[in-house]
């Protein structure tokens, strides 16, 4: 059975420039989660999406934005780049989305903004 | 107000040792699930153990359990016999409702780094 997939693995954009990251959850997978990982602020909570619908937002500013397909693939799109973007984005998936329900994570997209 | 707390940045533990990494919890909820994932230097962030906070049992996978203490918050990590492959950062994550949203989050510690001697 394949895991979490991202893609790509890593991406080097320049400020202002937008970027799409893409997340393929394990298959049965409904549900998919977007965390940043940064040095300073470690890992933070970006969005949750069940079914096609945003369940849940983290405390980002709009120039986060994301969405989920009917076949549960996940992208997440940031606009207008700034240098604090720069991070590992990870991309999680769990079977269900409650809370008793494990999430196994892609090896994650590391964006670097120059 | 820090959600989860692991208190210990860095941990050094000798091969074939076993080594407790701490981790509390604040929630109000009743209904939660703690994780515990590790972390090597590729990124990938790998889970190894979950505990509901219904379960009255202990969790344990393999050489991992983890000491549930609901009335302190507290969700430990044990590793018994420490392989040099265990060098890694672990997290501690809880995963609850949000009532306001109807959806679930899932919020992590600071982690802890885990270094294992030969």
């Known amino acids: 059975k394949a895991g979490v997939t991202q893609t790509p693995r890593y991406l080097i954009k320049t400020r202002g420039q937008q970027v799409t990251l893409s997340c393929s959850p394990i298959?049965?997978?409904?549900?998919v989660s977007w965390y940043q990982q940064t040095p300073g602020q470690g890992l933070q909570f970006l969005f949750e999406y069940f079914s096609e619908t945003q369940r849940n937002k983290g405390n980002f500013p709009g120039r986060f934005s994301g969405r989920q397909f009917s076949n549960s693939r996940s992208e997440m799109n940031v606009s207008t780049l700034e240098l604090g973007d720069s991070a590992l984005y990870l991309c999680?998936?769990?079977?269900?989305?409650?809370?008793?329900?494990?999430?196994?994570f892609g090896q994650g997209t590391r964006l670097t903004v120059v | 107000a820090q959600k989860i707390t692991q208190t210990q940045p860095g941990m050094f533990v000798q091969e074939k040792e076993a080594v407790t990494l701490d981790c509390t919890y604040d929630?109000?909820?009743?209904?939660?699930?703690l994780f515990w994932y590790k972390q090597p230097s590729s990124g990938e962030m790998i889970f190894l153990i979950y505990q509901g906070s219904y379960d009255e049992q202990n969790a344990t996978e393999g050489r991992y359990s983890l000491n549930f203490q609901k009335a302190r918050k507290s969700a430990n990590l044990v590793i018994s016999a420490s392989q040099l492959g265990d060098s890694a950062m672990y997290f501690c994550?809880?995963?609850?409702?949000?009532?306001?949203?109807?959806?679930?989050?899932?919020?992590f510690g600071a982690g802890t780094r885990l270094f294992v001697k030969a």
């Open positions: 999680a998936s769990s079977l269900e989305g409650q809370a008793y329900t494990e999430a196994f």
């Open positions: 298959s049965g997978h409904r549900s």
């Open positions: 929630t109000s909820d009743q209904s939660y699930g």
């Open positions: 994550a809880m995963r609850e409702a949000d009532l306001n949203t109807g959806g679930f989050k899932t919020i």
